[in-house]
């Protein structure tokens, strides 16, 4: 093979790929492709290969990815991993273990442009977009990593750092490889926006039935446009229309995500308007006490409230569940490890407006 300038193995495309491999068998295509994609291995470890075309491979289509950093919790139920990119940028993704399931959340984007004060990514700021195959190879880990353990990689979740949608064109094709080459359930990925509606309508558009979930995290615009900063732009109504649009191309089932910041949106009147909007799009409400982060002036609900906030959605006809949080010791929410490796104070934080505190 002629000596071309490197490239991440993830990234390539077939016809990329077909290129690399110029001058071999047609076969060896099929055999490459399946390997990286259906096995998971690296070119090394496809002894189908020739040893000189396995060295080759490795050295013209690296890894994106390298291990920066890896903290582990729960008893190795929760493990994160902070990866540096070719050209230094740190994003993360975060491996967790349930009974009967296994879940992987992955970021897009190296920081984020959106600016929800009480988000770590959102505080740092955005850098760039991932490639195909770096958001593509986080999941080829996981998986990887899963098996070690003698599980099965099932779900993916693109809920790390960044805002999917706004980096839709490597997303969609990095879910197109997912499900067609890795072979997991479209089903079982789910896009995680904070409420780009152009891209929810894109969404409905596509062959794939992903999951939409929506991060909330108030039903008021007052109040939204205080703590997702995109709500100016897209407005609660806009937004429930995209949502009602994909609810009818797709079928699948809308959740949204409310972070409960003590205080500000876990107020009877913040779960009777959740659960109007909740009922409407026949939405599970996935209630997430907030993650406190350097610099963010408030803190998650106390648990006794954060179960009389779903008890009053369920009263309201609404269904709710608390997730549970994991892996607190191990800067496990989306955008902290990465910050604590940064170790830059966090300056410019968007604080929740005096008035729209509780008291």
Known sequence: MAERQSISRYDLDRDALAALLSGQPRYRLE???DGLYGLGKDPAELTNLPKALRGQLDELAPRALRVAAERQADRGDTIKTLWELHDGRLVESVLMHYPGRTTVCVSTQAGCAMACGFCATGQAGFERHLSVGEIVEQVIAARRSAQSSNRRLSNVVFMGM???LANYDRLWEA?????IDVGLSARHLTVSTVGIVPGIRRMATEAEPVNLAVSLHAADDTLRDALVPINRRYPLR???AACEEYLEAKGRRLSFEWALIDGVNDRNIDAE???SIALRLRA???LIPLNATPGYPTTGTPPQRVAAFRDRLEDLGANATVRKNRGNDIDAACGQLAARAHAQPQTQVTAVPAPLRRG
């Open 31 to 33: 055999q490459v492709w």
């Open 162 to 164: 960044g805002e999917p």
């Open 175 to 179: 879910i197109r490889r997912l499900h």
């Open 273 to 275: 308007r959740l659960a």
């Open 238 to 240: 806009e937004l429930i």
């Open 284 to 286: 599970h409400v996935n």
